[in-house]
């Protein structure tokens, strides 16, 4: 039941007024934060219509309705998890779709046509990323599954939103340096075919990567 000093504060607040201040109040999802807001204005408005039958006059019954539901203090923090919780899952897909086609480019046009050159700085790399790739790809599928399905049987929260953001950040950048550095250290700089390859498959979807990562840190 709300008190009577929170009732006193959202006094003649309109449920139009109350869900703009709950706007400005959650980051995250667009069309996420569009679905939530859209179900709250529908709640304030089923409610103030059940104050207006049971006799309330208008304003009154708006006042109760937005009264009822609590200060957007009170309830924007769980919001604010659903959005960041589904921020996180956008990013553990943009990740997964990113390191997904690694192996095809490594293993094709920039595999079999350029043998590894010798140097036990090439060979020590190629280990780290082949370890280290691997490792990426199976967090990116458990970040998959924590922020879906996952999230049935548990509630992720925010905890579990930033690690995905850390995880996908620190991924991103080892993957774009290590593939630079092989790039660079295999001789193949000097082809452009390879620079485009490079570009299209591991700088760009990494940026989006990274990018999608640093949006979700924000709404945590």
């Not at 049971?54 to 309705?65: E, H, I, L, T, V």
């Not at 930033?162 to 082809?191: D, H, P, Q, W």
Request: with cysteine; hydrophobic share 50%; aromatic share 8%.
């Amino acid at each position: 039941m709300t008190s009577a000093p929170a009732y006193a504060s959202m006094k003649s607040m309109t449920t139009a007024t109350y869900v703009r201040h709950l706007d400005a109040a959650l980051v995250g999802p667009r069309r996420v934060k569009r679905g939530l807001l859209r179900e709250v204005g529908d709640h304030l408005e089923d409610a103030t219509e059940a104050y207006g039958a049971a006799g309330y006059d208008a304003d009154s019954a708006q006042d109760m309705a937005v009264a009822d539901f609590g200060t957007v203090e009170e309830i924007a923090p769980s919001f604010q998890t659903t959005l960041a919780v589904a921020s996180s899952r956008r990013t553990a897909w943009l990740l997964f779709a990113a390191l997904a086609i690694q192996p095809f480019i490594w293993d094709g046009p920039l595999g079999p046509n350029h043998p590894d050159p010798d140097g036990a700085a090439y060979a020590i790399l190629n280990a780290l990323v082949e370890v280290g790739g691997g490792l990426v790809i199976a967090t990116s599928l458990v970040l998959l599954a924590a922020t879906g399905i996952g999230n049935r049987w548990f509630a992720a929260g925010r905890r579990v939103a930033r690690f995905t953001s850390i995880t996908a950040l620190a991924a991103t950048v080892f993957l774009k340096v290590s593939g630079l550095s092989m790039l660079l250290l295999s001789g193949g700089g000097t082809e452009p075919i390879l620079w485009l390859l490079f570009v299209a498959f591991i700088l760009v979807p990494m940026s989006m990567a990274g990018a999608s990562a640093r949006r979700t840190l924000a709404t945590c």
